[in-house]
């Protein structure tokens, strides 16, 4: 079911019991930051969406952690839990893999063709709520948003849960992104795209052609797919909007800008207009981060505000990130699952893998993998290393397949008995998260690899592998029908 837009999933939460509603006065300066925080690292079944109606005294709403935990994430998406992702989109692909690499990039292709296919291209209307208000030249004013400043040492206000539009100066592609921007004042925002993000590549062509001015639109709220689809790692030729259009089963509607050649969700809640000159910067930041660390100032480029579109009562819609657990959390788990199958085509030996909220999505990612060949394992960690984002993994490590991932007490077990620290670890260098703060060189790093698999002669291990102690079947069958005898319930 195809969400029209972020009140109607709003409605959805509250009919679910996901949702609570804050009606006392409190601030966008650091009150909403720590009030969900709270709720977000909190018990389970307290951990609900935040519809704060009085902030700051204005007239605009602001909902947070609408997409903080499975259950909601699944909502959003339209499946009944995340494992649905990874299975639906592993129908597009089987039953016939591929073997090869030929075969594998052409199945590859024919997958993400499936999502521009009839009936997923976003389509164009005319007339759209999110223009119901417009303000443009000296009319417009960041101020009327309640843009949240969210942690004591930030640099400033910060938009956190935005779909950042830009279109390719060659192809004309459409990229959305989710960048955090920083307000500097009324009319400017600094654009936090970091240099391996769709965004900073269409700057450098844009700076490469001698471009003056680059479109940029920032859409606030929507559909949740809609809302969620900026934070997909998908190719550069790949629209988000109609990996959206797949999740919520309807195209998404869009509207052309009223002041930029670029088109905007018609069912947002707010929309900000600009332009980038590709050779201006400013410094951004300090922000605290999901890695839990306050990302330092760096210089960033700096949008120019030529528009602001609106409903007549709008909705915003913020995500608080910072140490881990948090909303964020589940955004990346959708995108594990979902796109756990596109791994698989080219690493099919994979058979599951996690990355853990511990790990802030780049530092730490979990696999575990069927065993046939010497050098397997690392096969598969240079494999990850090389593919799209999967390259900024700080940690991998390699578990064998009958080793549930998602349970870190088991691969701790695992990793602890299996390594033998001197033969079964990678270190390299490579490219890191611009995030991260460990790094001696900016977005450069070391990268560490760990086959925690049990071992045999393949790996050049003579010695013979011991088997796991376990109960035998029978045992285990007879304690089970005799259990309610023994009094330990």
């Known amino acids: 079911m195809a969400y029209r837009d972020l009140r109607a999933f709003i409605r959805r ?31 389970a079944e307290k951990a609900k969406a935040l519809l704060f109606e009085n902030v700051d ?48 990039v052409s199945k590859a292709l024919e997958l993400f063709g499936t999502l521009r296919s009839v009936g997923l291209k976003p389509k164009l209307v005319r007339k759209a709520p999110v223009q119901e208000m417009v303000w443009t ?30 279109r390719d100066p060659v192809s004309g592609v459409r990229n959305v992104g989710m960048y955090r921007l920083q307000q500097h004042d009324s009319r400017t925002l600094g654009v936090h795209w970091q240099l391996h993000k769709g965004g900073a590549e269409h700057q450098r062509q844009a700076l490469d052609l001698g471009r003056e001015r680059m479109p940029v639109a920032v859409s606030l709220g929507g559909d949740p797919a809609v809302i969620w689809s900026g934070s997909a790692p998908l190719p550069p030729d790949i629209d988000e909007f109609m990996l959206a259009g797949w999740l919520r089963g309807k195209p998404v509607a869009l509207v052309k800008a009223i002041t930029q050649p670029l088109e905007v969700p018609a069912e947002a809640e707010i929309v900000i207009e600009g332009y980038i000159d590709p050779t201006e910067s400013a410094p951004e930041g300090p922000f605290g981060d999901h ?74 990612v979990l696999v575990s993998v069927r065993k046939r060949f010497p050098g397997q394992v690392r096969k598969v960690i240079n494999g990850l290393w090389g593919l799209a984002l999967m390259s900024l993994t700080k940690s991998i490590v390699v578990v064998d397949a009958d080793v549930n991932v998602h349970d870190l007490s088991e691969v701790a077990w695992q990793v602890l008995g299996n390594v033998d620290w001197a033969r079964d670890v990678m270190i390299q260098e490579g490219p ?36 796991p102690a376990k109960m035998d079947k029978a045992t285990r069958a007879l304690v089970d029908e005799k259990w309610a005898s023994y009094g330990l319930e």
């Open 13 to 43: 939460l509250e009919k679910e019991g996901e949702l609570l509603r804050v009606k006392v006065p409190v601030s966008s300066y650091l009150e909403i930051s720590e009030i969900t925080d709270r709720v977000s690292k909190g018990p």
């Open 57 to 104: 005294g204005g007239e605009i709403p602001v909902l947070t952690n609408m997409f903080g935990s499975q259950r909601r994430m699944s909502l959003a998406l339209n499946v009944n839990e995340l494992e649905e992702l990874n299975h639906n989109l592993a129908k597009l692909i089987t039953p016939e893999l591929p073997k090869g690499i030929g075969p594998t």
């Open 137 to 166: 030249g000296d009319d417009v004013d960041l101020n009327r948003l309640p843009i949240l400043h969210c942690w004591p040492e930030d640099g400033g206000r910060f938009i956190t849960l935005p779909a950042v539009i830009t």
């Open 291 to 364: 890695t839990g660390y306050y990302t330092p100032v760096a210089a960033y480029p700096v949008m120019h505000v030529t528009a602001i579109t609106q409903r007549r009562q709008p909705i915003y819609p913020a995500i608080v990130v910072g140490k881990p657990p948090m909303e964020d959390y589940w955004m990346g788990k959708a995108t594990e699952r979902l796109f756990l199958p596109l791994v698989r085509l080219f690493l099919p030996e994979i058979v599951d893998m996690n990355m853990p909220a511990e790990g802030g999505f780049h530092n730490l």
């Open 432 to 467: 890191v998260d611009a995030l991260d703060h460990a790094s001696y060189r900016f977005a450069y790093g070391g990268k560490i690899g760990v086959d925690a698999t049990a071992k045999d002669e393949r790996d050049g291990y003579t010695r013979g592998w011991p088997r």
